[in-house]
């Protein structure tokens, strides 16, 4: 599930602040793998994009279900602002990235020697140094444990290297 500033509904600073969001792409699948849907939902109306079945059983495999998830986006929200200093992305600053805050919750390869996958909440907001002293915004990024409600990690983008790929920091909740 990822939140989306795709909206018929112009995004403002406060969209997400309360952890909620009015555009959620979501894509849904079978344990066995025969199974597979993706749903947009705009201001609280679902609507299905895509239904695809596999006899085969060939398709994505679901890894999750909705009850795996222990921590809610208010409270992740909650947390990224008072512990780090997040705050949402500003629509009238052409260079915030996103308008608001934003959400991620899928399963997350977290260690590179395993093929175990984690379900993760990812909270997506600016970070308290924007802009850097080339006036460029910069991104933070915090990710939940999703089924303990932990905070795992955060960092914060530092800038562009001369090639344009975006630098990065962790950081902890000493800002």
Do not use: C
Request: net charge negative; hydrophobic share 30%; proline share 5%.
């Amino acid at each position: 599930m990822t939140s989306t500033d795709n909206s018929p509904v112009p995004q403002e600073r406060n969209d997400g602040a309360d952890g909620k969001r009015n555009a959620w792409d979501l894509r849904f699948g079978s344990k066995k793998g025969n199974f597979l849907t993706s749903i947009t939902i705009h201001n609280g109306k679902a609507v299905t994009k895509k239904v695809r079945t596999d006899d085969n059983n060939l398709l994505r495999k679901g890894q999750y279900a909705i009850s795996d998830i222990n921590i809610d986006s208010p409270e992740a929200v909650e947390l990224a602002t008072e512990v780090l200093g997040m705050r949402p992305g500003n629509p009238e600053i052409q260079d915030d990235w996103i308008k608001g805050y934003h959400f991620t919750i899928s399963g997350y390869l977290t260690d590179p020697n395993s093929y175990d996958m984690r379900l993760l909440l990812r909270v997506m907001g600016i970070s308290p140094n924007s802009p850097n002293s080339e006036s460029e915004s910069l991104r933070m990024t915090v990710f939940f444990d999703g089924k303990t409600g932990e905070m795992l990690n955060a960092s914060e983008m530092t800038g562009y290297d001369k090639e344009g790929r975006t630098s990065w920091k962790d950081v902890s909740g000493s800002n």
